[in-house]
């Protein structure tokens, strides 16, 4: 099951960084994405990296946040920098929606919480 961790409680202007463990063999094979959800909406998709290291991001954290991955750890990560209140959500790790024929099962998230 996917393992996210990291969140938590931060003030506006802030920095957290969440990883997201994913077990299995095939890790390497995929392109992964962190999503959120925030309360009374659906799941987004907010950045991807693909199994080459190359990242995209959606446009309102592009500039603050940072996805990167690492194979041998089997683990992804998500550093958030400047984060505001309305970053406030639960995040996930999975596959990139876009590139996978279906995704993992998903895990519990992680909440993160921006205070102003």
């Given at each position: 099951q996917l393992q996210a961790s990291g969140g938590g409680l931060v003030q506006a202007g802030g920095s957290l960084r969440l990883s997201c463990a994913v077990p299995g063999s095939?890790?390497?094979?995929?392109?992964?994405?962190?999503?959120?959800?925030?309360?009374?909406?659906?799941?987004?998709?907010?950045?991807?990296?693909?199994?080459?290291?190359?990242?995209?991001?959606?446009?309102?954290?592009?500039?603050?946040?940072?996805?990167?991955?690492?194979?041998?750890?089997?683990?992804?990560?998500?550093?958030?920098?400047?984060?505001?209140?309305?970053?406030?959500?639960?995040?996930?790790?999975?596959?990139?929606?876009?590139?996978?024929?279906?995704?993992?099962?998903?895990?519990?998230?992680?909440?993160?919480?921006?205070?102003?």
């Amino acid at each position: 099951q996917l393992q996210a961790s990291g969140g938590g409680l931060v003030q506006a202007g802030g920095s957290l960084r969440l990883s997201c463990a994913v077990p299995g063999s095939t890790f390497s094979r995929y392109a992964l994405g962190w999503y959120r959800q925030a309360p009374g909406q659906g799941r987004l998709l907010i950045a991807d990296i693909n199994n080459e290291g190359r990242p995209n991001y959606a446009d309102f954290v592009k500039g603050r946040f940072t996805i990167s991955r690492d194979n041998a750890k089997k683990t992804t990560y998500l550093q958030m920098n400047s984060l505001k209140p309305e970053d406030s959500a639960v995040y996930f790790c999975n596959k990139d929606q876009y590139e996978a024929a279906d995704l993992w099962s998903w895990g519990q998230g992680t909440l993160v919480t921006v205070s102003s």
